[in-house]
């Protein structure tokens, strides 16, 4: 029977077990549909469009070499599954699991109801350690092991790929615009040119050393830190291949003599495999509770922000921190750099939330969708939970918040970043690039809230909920639903990593 193996955010053609389960029952099928739904969705955006497009290039060719072509069709899915059935009869569909925003969620009910209907069999396939319909998070560290010790599967050799070909209408193409600026469509193309594994490989051999020690910093992060996300996000690695080049590297390293080993190269390869631990840990939570997406883990913080319309005042703080003209250099520095690039480092995404959260005090929805859509990296999973944790209402995390100032001086001490994004203050001192307003400078706004006051105010609030009984009573049901049973992997890494264990659990992955 013809095997159609639909591409969703797995845009790659190695460990790639539908794809690897096809090649071995049947012609195949390959399938990736250019959903307008999908990309008319709030948190969506052109520039997740253009990076998905180069990897739908790059797995197009792939095909095409393999003497075969990837069916890209325009349109909603059962359209399209109602399309391949009445053209090819009957048929199996193979794909991933997918983690993903309300919307994908929806479409993918629905796709389970028109299978059932038509007497299409669905094969899903787990594409990392999130796992359907985990009963308890207690063993979910041990299953992380499970799934990523098994090696990740070659690119299948031996795919005979069904015999078609399709109507230029019916496949989709990027030169009508919908992808935006060319400027988006150039980065993804570059982005394409430095493959996953050419990325992943630079940073295992020689950017990622001083990892652990520059990763805070954006003047250091964009090359010391992996840069593997966008390439997690939409598919063109798996996170077990990046496990076991991680473990590969470590071997390595340990079989040089002690005096060749580079200088703080294992710790920061520890550092960055905990980060694959949190990939899945964070997604899990998605996966178990999709309301997340828009809805307060802990019910107990549901009235302290403004969830619905916004009064003018909060739009204009709603604006100023979107555009990065909110008077503190080192938030506006930071956002401008992101909307520029699509990319900045985790803790200046903390700060950039926890600034909007705390001292502007807007809704994470509202901002957290603005994120979103700046990321290319945008992995709903991570991110919703990633946004309520930095603004505290979550009830099972410390509640941290960032002062833009100490940040700017810490991370970025003699303002080079600063300089670099904000051009009004190219030339203010460096004693006052973060704190311009005590000189005040034509041309840059002055802060638009009082950091000391804002400050205290959110803790005030957030403080006494937090203390509230019936608040933390619920924050125990939160922890026992989401909460890492392994704090030395799942939260801060403070431990040495243990070789894997082997649960019994076996999952096909
Ligand atoms: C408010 C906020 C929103 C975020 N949204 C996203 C998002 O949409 N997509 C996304 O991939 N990451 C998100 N992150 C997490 C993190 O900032 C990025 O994964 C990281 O900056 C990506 O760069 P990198 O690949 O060089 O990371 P590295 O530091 O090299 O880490 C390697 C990989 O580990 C994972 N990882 C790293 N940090 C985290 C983390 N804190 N939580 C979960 N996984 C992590 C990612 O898959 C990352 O690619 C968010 C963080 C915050 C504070």
Aim: proline share 6%; aromatic share 10%; hydrophobic share 40%.
């Amino acid at each position: 029977m013809l095997q159609v193996v639909w591409f969703k955010r797995d845009l790659r053609w190695q460990d790639h077990a539908p794809l690897s389960h096809a090649a071995k029952h049947g012609a195949v099928l390959p399938l990736w549909v250019d959903e307008p739904q999908a990309w008319a969705q709030s948190d969506a955006s052109p520039r997740h469009r253009a990076f998905a497009l180069g990897c739908v290039r790059a797995l197009a060719d792939w095909v095409n070499v393999h003497g075969g072509q990837l069916y890209t069709p325009r349109g909603g899915m059962l359209d399209v599954l109602a399309n391949i059935k009445a053209r090819f009869g009957q048929f199996t569909l193979l794909s991933h699991e997918e983690t993903g925003n309300a919307w994908s969620y929806a479409r993918d009910r629905a796709v389970a109801r028109w299978c059932a209907d038509a007497g299409v069999p669905w094969q899903e396939f787990p594409n990392n350690a999130v796992v359907r319909r985990l009963a308890t998070r207690d063993r979910w560290s041990a299953l992380w092991d499970t799934r990523m010790k098994t090696p990740p599967r070659a690119a299948p050799d031996d795919v005979r790929f069904a015999n078609m070909t399709w109507p230029a209408a019916w496949m989709t193409d990027d030169r009508d615009g919908s992808c935006g600026a060319a400027a988006s469509l150039q980065r993804a193309a570059q982005s394409h040119l430095s493959s996953a594994h050419e990325l992943l490989n630079s940073f295992l051999q020689q950017r990622g050393q001083h990892y652990r020690v520059q990763m805070s910093s954006p003047l250091t992060a964009d090359t010391a830190c992996s840069r593997i996300s966008e390439h997690l996000a939409w598919g063109s690695i798996s996170i077990r291949e990046c496990a076991h080049a991680v473990w590969a590297r470590r071997t390595e390293l340990l079989a040089l003599p002690l005096e060749q080993r580079p200088a703080g190269f294992l710790q920061s390869l520890k550092s960055f495999e905990g980060r694959l631990h949190w990939h899945c840990h964070f997604i899990q939570k998605l996966e178990s509770e999709p309301e997340i997406e828009w809805r307060n883990v802990h019910r107990g913080f549901d009235d302290v922000r403004n969830e619905g319309a916004l009064a003018p005042q909060e739009q204009a703080r709603l604006d100023a921190w979107v555009s990065g003209h909110t008077g503190y250099p080192f938030v506006d520095a930071c956002m401008r750099s992101l909307n520029a690039t699509g990319w900045i480092n985790f803790r200046m995404r903390a700060m950039l939330m926890s600034f909007a959260s705390y001292q502007l005090w807007l809704h994470w929805r509202q901002t957290g969708l603005h994120l979103a859509r700046q990321f290319t990296d945008y992995e709903p999973g991570i991110h919703w939970s990633q946004c309520q944790m930095q603004s505290g209402v979550t009830g099972i995390n410390t509640l941290r918040i960032y002062n833009p100032v100490k940040q700017g001086l810490d991370q970025d001490p003699t303002g080079e970043f600063v300089r670099r994004w904000v051009p009004e203050l190219a030339d203010v001192p460096q004693a006052v690039i973060h704190t311009p307003w005590l000189v005040g400078v034509p041309g840059y706004s002055p802060p638009i809230v009082d950091l000391k006051q804002s400050t205290q105010a959110a803790k005030d609030v957030m403080y006494v909920r937090k203390g509230q009984p019936e608040v933390k009573a619920q924050a125990q049901a939160v922890y026992q639903k989401h909460g890492s049973r392994n704090p030395a992997r799942e939260g801060r890494i403070k431990t040495v990593r243990k070789v894997p264990s082997s649960p019994q659990m076996t999952l096909e992955f």
